[in-house]
């Protein structure tokens, strides 16, 4: 069949094309995208930061409508409404014990544009086109594995269209907070980045029950909107000594802390502000940047823990039905975050997602 995309055929370069979507295999189902959300890796995609396989749909937050099922699909039916997410193979230890974020295939899944059989779905003019993470959302229709596609019970289109981000940023952070540090009520956790990251770890932290939270940004509107979400504390990194503000307000270190403003060197933050026995992870894309840390007097001498985490240490199929029923509680205003475009102002999106004036842009179709 044919589809409406925006293609990356060079770095840097999108353009909105017809393109050819092959039918689903036999554990995959048809997708009609009714938004995608624009995330900073489709940009670390896009500007081949993280080199993927040109021609190339970037787009890995879709939400949309099950129109087809292959034979082999029974989780799924024409007309469930799905959030879409990120791909694992479903067969190596790691994915049968649970933790399909820490697949073994996750780079080839995510990156290399193809299938888990080595094919790819989207052609043109013959010319095989890669698939961002098994998905390929900026595109109207997609093929994606049952695997990643999330049945969630929203009862309308214009909803569901807000909850793009919960397919990848949203579990990410919040997933940090409840998955990765387990964060304890009454204790304390600082976030850095006020991104759409960053801000579902403060609400994760407010579901916590975190009774002092944190948010350090660049950007005073950011932080006042962290404050409406759930920070106890705000401070602007470009006007205060971060550790010297955060080990006062918590009478000495923070109990864990989130680091996703993607900066390298705000690891080291991140660990320097920790009470003894904290913890610290990492959850954005840095690059190949390195950092030096003091290992006896940074790590081992307080005891304290840096771990990195892919998507929040999130199982999809479990974690986002978890956050629709906070979103539906109250409990995690996703929906104030996001900012809607067409699909032919990709490009605008991109650039305002880059600049911070928008938090989550979503293309809607
Ligand atoms: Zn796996
Ligand atoms: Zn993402």
Redesign the pocket.
Same mark, same amino acid.
């Not at 694992?88 to 049968?96: H, L």
């Not at 820490?102 to 996750?106: K, S």
């Given at each position: 069949m044919k589809t409406i995309a925006a293609v990356t055929h060079e770095k840097g370069q999108l353009s909105i094309e017809e393109v050819e979507l092959a039918p689903p295999k036999v554990s995959e189902v048809l997708v009609r995208n009714i938004a995608c959300g624009v995330c900073h890796t489709d940009a670390a995609g896009l500007h081949q930061f993280i080199p993927v396989a040109l021609p190339i749909i970037l787009g890995h937050e879709g939400v949309g409508i099950v129109e087809a099922v292959g034979a082999g699909v029974e989780s799924l039916k024409p007309g469930d409404r799905v959030i879409l997410s990120y791909p694992? @193979?479903?067969? $190596?230890?790691? @994915?049968?014990a649970g933790h399909?974020y820490? $697949?073994?295939?996750?780079n080839e899944?995510f990156f290399s544009g193809t299938f888990k059989d080595g094919t790819k779905r989207f052609s043109q003019n013959g010319q095989e086109i890669s698939s961002f993470f098994g998905q390929g959302s900026f595109s109207q229709y997609v093929v994606v594995d049952a695997r990643n596609a999330v049945k969630v019970a929203i009862d309308s289109d214009d909803e569901l269209a807000k909850l793009c981000s919960l397919g990848c940023g949203v579990q990410t952070g919040v997933g940090a907070v409840l998955n990765g540090l387990k964060a304890q009520a009454g204790s304390s956790l600082v976030v850095f980045g006020c991104g759409g990251v960053g801000m579902s770890a403060v609400m994760g932290a407010a579901i916590a029950g975190c009774s002092t939270i944190i948010a350090v940004d660049v950007n005073d509107e950011r932080l006042m909107l962290a404050r409406e979400f759930g920070a106890t504390h705000t401070l602007n990194g470009k006007s205060v000594d971060v550790v010297k503000e955060i080990k006062k307000i918590t009478n000495g270190g923070v109990n864990y802390s989130v680091e996703s403003s993607g900066l390298s060197h705000l690891t080291l933050t991140a660990i320097e502000c920790l009470a003894r026995l904290g913890k610290a992870c990492v959850v954005s894309v840095t690059g190949p940047e390195t950092v030096a840390l003091p290992i006896e007097m940074g790590l081992m001498n307080p005891s304290v823990t840096l771990m990195g985490l892919t998507e929040g240490g999130s199982n999809p199929q479990v974690m986002i039905p978890q956050l629709v029923e906070f979103y539906k509680a109250g409990k995690l205003p996703v929906d104030r975050l996001v900012k809607f475009y067409d699909l032919k102002d990709i490009e605008t999106a991109f650039a305002d997602s880059h600049s911070g004036v928008t938090i989550k842009p979503i293309i809607k179709f």
């Open positions: 694992s @193979c479903g067969t $190596c230890s790691y @994915c049968i399909p820490a $697949c073994d295939h996750l899944l």
